[in-house]
Each structure stands twice: as C-alpha cells, then as structure tokens.
C-alpha cells in the first residue's frame, strides 16, 4: 500500500463522549455559581444559622465546608463515578467509591473541627468536636456514632442533587433511545416505501446475470456484487449486532463497485485490512457512510488524480476503521485555508447520524476524529471491541 504523507494536518472535529447539557460554557458556569451561592446562603442563615447555636465566625467556616463538600461530592460522583460504576451496573465498584468518599470526607470533618474548636469558644462545637475526638482518626470504621454523625453533617444534601441528577441523566438517555429509535423507525419506513419487491428484483438481476455471463464476464460480476450489497441490505442488518467480517466484506463489495464505475476516471482506491475480524460482532451499517463520503465529496468532480483509502484494523479488541480521500482542487483557482467547519459540512447527516449511534451503541467505548486539510481529508474510527473467542488474536494481514 502506498503511502500518503498529510501537510499541515489540524484537527477539525474532535466528537465528545457526552455533550453538556448547557452548550454555551460560559452560561454553565454562571448558571452553577449562581445556583451554589444560592445554596450556601441557605446553609448559612436557615440550614445552620436557625439550629446551629454558634457565633457568626463558625457558622461562616461550617456553611462554607458544608457547600464545599456538597459540591465536590456532586461533581465527582456525578460526571466521573456513575457514568463508570451506576450507569453501567457495577454496584459493587460503586459501594467502594463511596466508601472511599465516606473515608476522606470524615477526615477532612475530624481536622475540621479540631481547628475550629481551637479558634473559638462554642459549647455545640465543643461537643460536636468530642464526637470526633473519641472515635480518634479511624472512627469511620471503630465508632459508628462518630461514622453516622460526619456522614449526616456531608451527604445529606449531596445525595438529594445526586438523585435529582441521576433522574436526569435517565430521562436524558430515554429520549436519546427513543429518537434514535423514532430515526431507524422512519428511515425503515422510507426505505420500504421506496423499495421493489426484493423476491421480484433478485430474480430479475439472476435472469440479467445468466443472460450477460457468457458474453460480459466483468458485467456478470457487477451484478452479482450488487445483488449482494442489497442481499446483506434487505435481510441481513436487521439485528443489533452483525459478524464485523460480514460487515467489512459488504465494504469491499461496495469498493470494488465503485472501481468497476470509475475504470474510465483516474482514481486510485485502496483496502487494507489486518486482525481476525470475524472473532467480533459490530452494530450493522455503521462503517459505510464514511466509505460513501469519500465517495461523493473526494472523488465526484475531482479534475486531478483522485484517491480513496480504506484500512480496518484489529488488535487487542481495538477495531480501528480509516478512510482517507483527496479533496478534489479546481483547476486555476487559488488555494484557500479550510474553514473550521468545512469538515462537517463535508461528513453531512451521514456522519452526524453515525455519530449519534456511536454514542447510543458504545458509549464511552469509542472515538471519532475527523481531520481535514487543503488536499485530504481523513476519518479515523476506533472502537473497543469484546471478542467472542478470546484465543483468537490478531493475524495475518489481507488487502
């Protein structure tokens, strides 16, 4: 295979795991401080300052730990521990982390109040200080009255948010899966609208391959390539998961289409495969929309030599899937920098919807990256895999 050497390579779109729920950065950010203001002047004048009897010196240093701890408990649990451990049921790792969390924040209470009791004369804080001092430093685990004591003085509020969050995220995840749901729904429905009789048209393309065999050899072998896309399209990609050999070798079927169409242009297209891929399952159609990009906006109306190059790659359950395409330059007119956003534009709803299923499918399992520049354009998949025979490692390289 031969190699293309890119210049000047900058990276166009980068696709997140999870979007955010506020896209604009800086609303988010004054919308949350706003929000914990709020919160620590609850702590302060109702929460502690009506039942709390201490001096305004101690409820100033309480109400502020109480909002910092409330806040650093939500944002680790919410955007690092449940996507990891609620999210995809690993109660066990999830029990851990809390009890990590339990561990840390009755230290941080211990030398809290050991502080404050130093600095000022409160009997309440004298008394909530010889919870702590009894139970010694490893109270969380010998003394169940000094545990229960700093978990109610740090959790209480942080569970509530917490809920409040995971319902969220819930509902968030449910609408997702019923769009895209609604989505395959509809293009189902379109392409059965628009559908001929596949029994009807199947035997029709065999009359056509039995009468042109003998007289167009190459002829006969694009009919029967085609009978096959639509074969794998009509009854073979309505299940969740599909061979990943089946579902490269429809992408083979659909590159050797497209050099028996473009035999009179030239245009040099490559396929370069390596692992076992038939060791793994993929979620059906999901590689051929970048294959039909490059197609369609590196190859049509192309007035210099165009290329197309497709790699699918297997190691350590790591499937990686590259195509990279010449951007067709016209003749006499001035090379210009690639806007930003020329790479989307480029991908279209194929790559956006491609996108959205990726995030549906394998969350946290994948990325995507698209790179453009004056002449390539390149789009690199990588997704982990689990292998259905764990013997099976990578193997011998196949083009």
Same mark, same amino acid.
């Given at each position: 295979?031969?190699?293309?050497?890119? $210049? %000047?390579?900058?990276?166009?779109?980068?696709?997140?795991?999870?979007?955010?729920?506020?896209? /604009?950065? @800086?609303?988010?950010?004054?919308?949350?401080?706003?929000?914990?203001?709020?919160?620590?002047?609850?702590?302060? @004048?109702?929460?502690?300052?009506?039942?709390?009897?201490?001096?305004? =010196?101690?409820?100033?240093?309480? %109400?502020?730990?109480?909002?910092?701890?409330?806040?650093?408990?939500?944002?680790?649990?919410?955007?690092?521990?449940?996507?990891?451990?609620?999210?995809?049921?690993?109660?066990?790792?999830?029990?851990?982390?809390?009890?990590?969390? @339990?561990?840390?924040?009755?230290?941080?209470?211990?030398?809290? =109040?050991?502080?404050?009791?130093?600095?000022?004369?409160?009997?309440?804080?004298?008394? +909530?200080?010889?919870?702590?001092?009894?139970?010694?430093?490893?109270? =969380?685990?010998?003394?169940?009255?000094?545990?229960?004591? #700093?978990?109610?003085?740090?959790?209480?509020?942080?569970?509530?948010?917490?809920?409040?969050?995971?319902?969220?995220?819930?509902?968030?995840?449910?609408?997702?899966?019923?769009?895209?749901?609604?989505? $395959?729904? #509809?293009?189902?429905?379109?392409?059965? $609208?628009?559908?001929?009789?596949?029994?009807?048209?199947?035997?029709?393309?065999?009359?056509?391959?039995?009468? &042109?065999?003998? #007289?167009?050899?190459?002829?006969? +072998?694009?009919?029967?390539?085609?009978?096959?896309?639509?074969?794998?399209?009509?009854? *073979?990609?309505?299940?969740?998961?599909?061979?990943?050999?089946?579902?490269?070798?429809?992408?083979?079927?659909?590159?050797?289409?497209?050099?028996?169409?473009?035999?009179?242009?030239?245009?040099?297209?490559?396929?370069?495969? %390596?692992?076992?891929?038939?060791?793994?399952?993929?979620?059906?159609?999901?590689?051929?929309?970048?294959?039909?990009?490059?197609?369609?906006?590196?190859?049509?109306?192309?007035?210099?030599?165009?290329?197309?190059?497709?790699?699918?790659?297997?190691?350590?359950?790591?499937?990686?899937?590259?195509? *990279?395409? #010449?951007?067709?330059? $016209?003749? @006499?007119?001035? &090379?210009?920098?690639?806007?930003? /956003?020329?790479?989307?534009?480029?991908?279209?709803?194929?790559? +956006?919807?491609?996108?959205?299923?990726?995030?549906?499918?394998?969350?946290?399992?994948?990325?995507?990256?698209?790179?453009?520049?004056? /002449?390539?354009?390149?789009?690199?998949?990588?997704?982990?895999?689990?292998?259905?025979?764990?013997?099976?490692?990578?193997?011998?390289?196949?083009?």
């Amino acid at each position: 295979m031969s190699q293309v050497h890119i $210049k %000047s390579e900058e990276p166009v779109i980068r696709r997140p795991l999870a979007e955010s729920w506020i896209q /604009d950065t @800086h609303q988010q950010v004054i919308v949350q401080v706003l929000l914990w203001g709020v919160f620590g002047l609850f702590i302060r @004048h109702v929460y502690l300052g009506k039942f709390y009897q201490a001096n305004d =010196f101690t409820l100033n240093w309480l %109400s502020l730990g109480v909002v910092l701890q409330t806040a650093a408990l939500y944002y680790v649990f919410s955007n690092y521990i449940f996507p990891r451990t609620i999210y995809v049921k690993k109660i066990g790792t999830f029990g851990l982390w809390f009890a990590i969390s @339990h561990l840390v924040l009755y230290e941080v209470n211990y030398i809290q =109040f050991n502080i404050l009791q130093r600095l000022t004369t409160v009997v309440r804080l004298e008394r +909530d200080w010889g919870i702590f001092r009894e139970a010694g430093l490893l109270g =969380f685990v010998t003394d169940w009255s000094a545990a229960f004591y #700093s978990f109610f003085w740090s959790f209480p509020f942080a569970i509530m948010i917490l809920i409040v969050r995971a319902f969220g995220d819930i509902i968030k995840l449910r609408l997702e899966n019923y769009k895209l749901e609604k989505d $395959k729904f #509809s293009l189902e429905l379109d392409f059965l $609208k628009a559908q001929v009789n596949p029994h009807f048209l199947f035997n029709t393309l065999n009359s056509v391959y039995a009468r &042109v065999f003998d #007289s167009d050899e190459q002829a006969a +072998d694009l009919i029967l390539r085609l009978s096959e896309l639509m074969r794998y399209n009509l009854y *073979e990609t309505d299940v969740d998961k599909i061979a990943l050999d089946k579902e490269l070798a429809y992408i083979q079927n659909y590159l050797n289409l497209e050099r028996n169409r473009l035999s009179d242009q030239y245009v040099v297209i490559e396929y370069e495969q %390596s692992g076992r891929p038939e060791a793994y399952q993929i979620t059906p159609l999901l590689l051929i929309a970048f294959v039909e990009n490059a197609f369609k906006h590196g190859v049509k109306g192309a007035s210099e030599p165009a290329y197309v190059q497709v790699s699918a790659t297997l190691a350590n359950d790591q499937f990686v899937f590259r195509v *990279e395409n #010449s951007i067709p330059i $016209k003749r @006499h007119v001035p &090379v210009v920098e690639l806007p930003q /956003d020329s790479a989307k534009k480029s991908g279209g709803v194929g790559l +956006d919807n491609v996108s959205r299923r990726l995030n549906a499918f394998y969350e946290n399992r994948h990325t995507l990256a698209v790179t453009a520049t004056e /002449d390539t354009y390149v789009v690199a998949l990588t997704i982990q895999l689990n292998a259905l025979n764990k013997e099976i490692n990578a193997g011998t390289k196949s083009h």
